[in-house]
């Protein structure tokens, strides 16, 4: 199981910037795959931003050039910098646990296992 624990969510004027933050709990020789979601209000959720365990990056093209997505394994954090934030940025931002890379050492192995572990959510506004 892995717990999820996001923040750095708020209320912006259009143009202005925020930082998402999403801390893992687990295993200390894992990381993980992970992304940004968001869900508007009477909208489906949709992905934002993700990264890989090999550090692959991928962003929809609504964020593309606004967004930048960060992780530190060490902490097993990820990260998102909205700069340039439009009133249609608002929605409620979740954090998701893709999959979990676990590398054992002195020859403890390793296992990939896909995942789909969710936090809160937290709630971004931006006005006009």
């Known amino acids: 199981q892995v717990e999820l624990v996001e923040s750095g969510g708020g209320s912006v004027q259009a143009g202005g910037s925020l930082k998402l933050s999403c801390t893992a709990s687990?295993?200390?020789?894992?990381?993980?795959?992970m992304s940004w979601h968001r869900q508007a209000p009477g909208k489906e959720r949709e992905l934002v931003s993700a990264?890989?365990?090999?550090?692959?990056?991928r962003y929809s093209d609504s964020v593309k050039g606004r967004f930048t997505i960060s992780q530190d394994n060490a902490k097993k954090s990820v990260f998102l910098q909205m700069n340039s934030l439009k009133p249609e940025d608002t929605a409620m931002y979740y954090c998701?646990?893709?999959?979990?890379?676990?590398?054992?050492?002195?020859?403890?192995?390793?296992?990939?296992?896909?995942?789909?572990?969710w936090g809160q959510g937290t709630q971004v506004s931006v006005s006009s």
């Open positions: 998701k646990a893709d999959s979990t890379l676990c590398i054992r050492p002195n020859g403890g192995g390793a296992s990939y296992v896909e995942s789909a572990y």
């Open positions: 990264i890989d365990t090999d550090g692959n990056i």
């Open positions: 687990g295993d200390t020789y894992c990381r993980y795959g």
